[in-house]
């Protein structure tokens, strides 16, 4: 029994020794990795790191590297996937940013309105970005974002033949003539004969609008200021506005589809009540 117990003492000796070194070891690491720890955050506290602020067109070229050249191209010159931004403008940057519609999560896609993918600073940065293009390339300018006249407080011809504000009445006809057709009356949108989307104006804040018909995002054409002026798109922006919940005068609105759906209820429930007289009258005879 004595034998055993020496035997188990001697074991147990034999293991102590094996471990002490690898304890031994990382003991010492400890203290020297706390040693150095120290001493590392003594001289950042006596010596503080100096940081330099990017300006906003530093920032802007940076977010542009980082996620609209693999696209765009450096610089924004464009390539087989994207095309040329040297002209895009201001306009252009803050709508598609704004509105959620950049980046595209694949090339060729249509541009469909999202949550915006940066903050209103990263946007503001990539805009100022994209508008100093031309300086860079040494060519004309894109569109700049526009500036909307006020609304006339009376919508009466002295107030239509006012330069400085536009009126509701006018909004309608420039509307009706050059928006209507894809955007519906109401601008409840719709969809094209290739698939394209048009979409609803229901929502749509006052730039964005301005914005749109500067910059015509695909399907829409681009309503440069030959086509209309700033009077026009003016009048138009608070048009769509109005239409956000506008007056209905009588009748049921239908979601504002226009006459053709309004046109085709009618029909229906026309010709169905005179189906179901004429079957009543039948019934009798």
């Known amino acids: 029994m004595s034998r055993l117990i020496a035997a188990s003492r001697a074991g147990l000796g034999r293991r102590r020794r094996l471990l002490a070194g690898p ?18 955050g003594t001289s950042s506290a006596t010596q503080p790191i100096v940081t330099q602020q990017k300006s906003v067109l530093e920032e802007g070229q940076y977010l542009f590297d980082e996620h609209c050249s693999s ?36 090339a060729g896609q249509q541009a469909m309105q999202h949550t915006p993918f940066f903050n209103s600073h990263e946007i503001e940065a990539l805009v100022s970005y994209v508008a100093d293009l031309p300086r860079i390339h040494s060519t004309f300018p894109g569109p700049a974002i526009p500036s909307i006249l006020p609304l006339c407080s009376a919508n009466t011809k002295a107030a239509a033949a006012n330069p ?14 050059n928006c209507a057709q894809c955007h519906q009356i109401g601008g409840a949108g719709g969809i094209l004969a290739n698939g394209m989307i048009v979409p609803s104006l229901k929502s749509a804040p006052p730039l964005v609008v301005a914005e749109a018909m500067r910059v ?3 399907p829409m054409p681009r309503f440069g200021t030959g086509q209309l002026d700033e009077k026009q798109l003016s009048a138009v922006v608070h048009y769509v ?8 005068r009588g009748g049921l609105p239908i979601s504002g589809f226009g006459p053709v759906a309004e046109g085709f209820v009618g029909i229906l429930v026309g010709f169905g009540l005179l189906l179901f007289v004429a079957r009543m009258i039948g019934t009798r005879g």
């Open 23 to 40: 304890v031994a070891v990382l003991a010492i690491g400890l203290v020297s990795f706390g040693f150095f720890a120290g001493f590392s």
């Open 71 to 106: 696209c765009h191209g450096a610089a924004g010159v464009g390539s087989t996937r994207a095309p040329s931004l040297i002209h895009a403008g201001a306009a252009a940057a803050d709508f598609y940013l704004v509105t959620g519609r950049m980046p595209l999560n694949a």
């Open 164 to 177: 400085n504000c536009v009126t509701l009445s006018y909004g309608q006809q420039t509307y009706a003539l």
């Open 216 to 218: 015509g995002p695909q």
């Open 241 to 248: 506005q109005y239409l956000h919940s506008p007056e209905n």
